[in-house]
């Protein structure tokens, strides 16, 4: 998170680190409490790899009472996701056990009716992506707050060109913005998850390149069949 401040702890116990070999690798958070809903594009450079997942936290370091490391049973990628756009870019996680759930730990509910939220909409987004254009990593969790933007400002030919389909939203990334390693992690709309951070054109904190979200409305049909047919 660009220019944002650090989160109060354990004030969005629905966060999760999606992990590799220890290290932070994208943001994501708990639906259900077997399931983390984050980007299908956190999984590019994870070589077929499982991640694993820091429920409970707001340091990534530090000892906390609700802290908790659980090792995945099975990824879901969305079938549309692919490496050459930012389309279907969800990724659903099964938690090898259900998550124990506390005051550190929550399930965030998230939007099923598919209509757009507002633009200029006041949204809070979070993460331990980088904080700065030198690509330093957070050890605690920031947020920050962005407005909506319409699509059609969004996909202005000076900004993302017709690239942003209906099920996409935007938000106003003039300094503050959403950054690498904040992909998979909620856009929060008066207290719904409305979108997932994902990366869009890989650049932070320019006006001219609008954070993208995939938007999760649209795609309630496919979280609800993965999580019903996955195994016990
Ligand atoms: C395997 C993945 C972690 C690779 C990756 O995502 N790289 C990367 C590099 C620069 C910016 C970003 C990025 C993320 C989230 C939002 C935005 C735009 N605000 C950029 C993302």
Redesign the pocket.
């Known amino acids: 998170i660009?220019r944002g401040s650090v989160a109060k702890p354990h004030l969005k116990p629905y966060m999760a680190s999606l992990q590799m070999d220890g290290q932070h690798?994208?943001g994501g958070f708990l639906i259900a409490e077997q399931w983390v809903l984050s980007?299908a594009?956190?999984?590019?450079?994870?070589d077929g790899k499982l991640f694993q997942v820091l429920l409970g936290a707001h340091s990534l370091t530090e000892p906390e009472p609700h802290k908790r490391l659980y090792q995945v049973r099975a990824q879901f990628p969305h079938p549309g996701s692919n490496i050459h756009n930012n389309k279907d870019d969800l990724l659903l996680l099964q938690l090898e056990e259900k998550a124990e759930l506390n005051a550190d730990v929550r399930v965030l509910p998230f939007q099923r009716e598919d209509r757009d939220v507002a633009a200029e909409t006041v949204c809070e987004v979070a993460g331990w992506?980088?904080i700065d254009h030198s690509g330093r990593r957070p050890d605690k969790l920031h947020q920050v707050e962005r407005p909506v933007i319409s699509r059609d400002v969004c996909n202005h030919r000076t900004r993302h060109d017709g690239t942003i389909t209906k099920n996409m939203m935007c938000t106003d990334?003039r300094r503050m913005?959403?950054?690498?390693?904040?992909?998979g992690g909620p856009l929060v709309c008066n207290g719904v998850a409305e979108g997932v951070?994902?990366?869009?054109?890989?650049?932070?904190?320019n006006y001219k390149?609008?954070?993208?979200y995939t938007r999760i409305a649209p795609y309630a049909a496919w979280i609800d069949s993965v999580m019903a047919s996955a195994d016990e």
């Open positions: 660009l690798v994208c980007a594009h956190c999984t590019e450079e994870t992506g980088t990334s913005d959403t950054c690498k390693g904040d992909s951070v994902t990366a869009g054109s890989r650049v932070c904190g390149k609008p954070a993208i």
